[in-house]
């Protein structure tokens, strides 16, 4: 009896001990392209031009991250995404907002319809509108400006949803000792409900943030000015002629560089981004 | 007597508060005019388009199928959704395996489980161009991470990216490195919803491990996979950033997906109306593919 729970045990240690063994694996495979293009942002030009493998080994150097602050359009591009994801999000929390509580507590013709087409909207791809919206945009001549790289975002559904979802969760006894004291509409939507839905909001406000931060096919697109960049299109810019130009070190610094802010955003708020990123999946 | 008034006035106030009134739609309205203006018109628009011969500011004359026929008649178009189909069957089985098996693996909430769960899911914030940038550098011949490896055995890399067989893969071993986190967030997340009695009765019974694993554990998060899979599906059928920026869809058009020849098609060669009907193609293939999945594991949900 006892000999067979022993050998049961062991068998568990050592199938503990290979799912550990290949999970550690993995995580260095996670792991070591950042360490590398980390170290390679860290090393002379010269150096790495001569020996590759010289970034196994010190000396390591800043130089690369002080020249940003003096050439390339990184700072000017970092200054544009913040533009428009701040912009973004601020947007996309205000509409989603209303109409959420518009469509959980107020009664219209048309309503229930008008939230199913809304959720329709939920199954649409961006390519499926893409081509679309460029020329609607050309006409109102919109690209290469921060508004036109921001609306499109504005009618993503994820958002009314989500708070639609959210209001429905409140109590009703709510917003109606609030209608019984003659508060407006709009003053029970702003003074009662909305301080409540603080963590929908935050959810929602991350995941739009995140999205905007880190898109790429509307702003390539949309900004084609330099000067208009986003982050994400100005690095993309800078590596077609890559390794030839500036030097590999320069370069591993600019997208160190521009990776880090949003790598700290995650290392402090990383409960939260999970949570807004799986919730949003899940929908 | 004051209580039954105030209370029939209330419901009087309730009942009036439920009436319809179009005023109540004001705050709907902001919303539904950008959802209006740059969704559905647009989905319409780009229909519409597709059946035009059109350039960036207009649509010239009517082509009827015109388009589809060309599309369906270039052999690089299709050879861009053969490319599609097989960087999806080679990413998202794999994101689902690999994501289950680290949520099997970190559910728990040691030190050393919270901070790899952590470390998976960190490549998930980077943008594509910064991913892009990582991966490049790592398969590049000679300089590259691999080629060091490489080195190490006395072996030369080869050139992935340039190699026709490999680059395909090269770009789906970027893209598992940088969307592993989410499958792996969505399972844990199922893992936690399952009572933890259940394993108490399992261990009671002295269920062995594997035993747990396959008649309590996976058919408890059975509908999770299939949400996993279809996100995946979804997702990855989008392809466009990894492949534009890590290979421009060569060499020889191997690695060119659906969506860089759409915006080749309308962005570059500015052959709007080509360009749209391709997107109506890949917009009806999406819907096929999270359909057909959907209603397979809704058939094998009832057989069990």
Sequence with gaps: MSGRANSRSARRGIGDHLILALVLALSIAMIAPALWVIGLSLKDNHELMANPNSVFHPPYVIDNYVNILYGGGVIRWILNSLIVSVGLTFGTLLLSSLAGYGFARLNFRGRDILFIVVLFGLAVPEQAVIVARHQIFSLLKFHNTYHGIILPGLSNAFGVFLMTQYFRAIPKELDEAALIDNASRFKIFWKVLLPLTLPAQATLGIFTFLLSWNDYFWPLISATEKSMYTLTVGMASMQVNFAQSEGVGFLMAQAVFAGAPIFIVYLFFQKYIVTAVSGAAMK | ?304
């Excluded at chain 2, 990582?134 to 011949?141: E, Y």
């Design chain 2, 1 to 304: 007597m004051t209580n039954r008034s105030d209370a029939s006035a209330r419901r009087r106030k309730a009942a009036g508060a439920d009436a319809p009134d179009w005023r109540n739609a004001l705050f709907v309205a902001p919303y539904l005019f950008f959802f209006a203006t740059l969704l559905v018109f647009p989905l319409f628009w780009g229909i519409w388009l597709s059946f035009h011969k059109a350039d960036i500011f207009t649509s010239g004359p009517f082509v009827g199928l015109g388009n589809y026929i060309r599309l369906f008649n270039d052999a690089v178009f299709l050879r861009s959704v053969g490319n599609t189909f097989y960087f999806v069957f080679l990413t998202v089985p794999a994101l689902a395996l690999l994501g289950l098996f680290l949520a099997l693996s970190l559910n728990s909430n040691s030190r050393l489980a919270t901070i790899l769960r952590g470390l998976f899911f960190s490549s998930s914030v980077l943008s594509v161009t910064i991913v892009t940038l990582i991966w490049r550098f790592v398969f590049i011949p000679q300089y590259g991470l691999l080629a060091a490896i490489y080195k190490l055995f006395d072996a030369e890399a080869p050139s992935f990216l340039t190699d026709p067989s490999l680059a395909m893969i090269a770009i789906a071993i970027t893209t598992i490195w940088w969307c592993i986190g989410l499958p792996m967030m969505l399972f844990l997340a199922a893992l936690q919803q399952i009572p933890a009695d259940i394993y108490e009765a399992a261990a009671l019974d002295n269920a062995s491990r594997w035993r747990t694993l396959t008649s309590i554990t996976l058919p408890s998060i059975r509908r999770t996979f299939v949400l996993v899979v279809i996100i995946q599906i979804v997702m990855q059928f989008q392809l466009f950033g990894q492949a534009w920026l890590m290979t421009r869809g060569g060499p020889n058009n191997v690695t060119r997906p659906i969506v860089l020849h759409i915006y080749d098609l309308a962005f570059r060669r500015w052959d709007v109306g080509l360009g749209a009907a391709a997107s109506e193609v890949l917009f009806a293939l999406i819907l096929a593919a999270a359909m057909i999945q959907y209603l397979m594991s809704r058939s094998a949900g009832e057989r069990s």
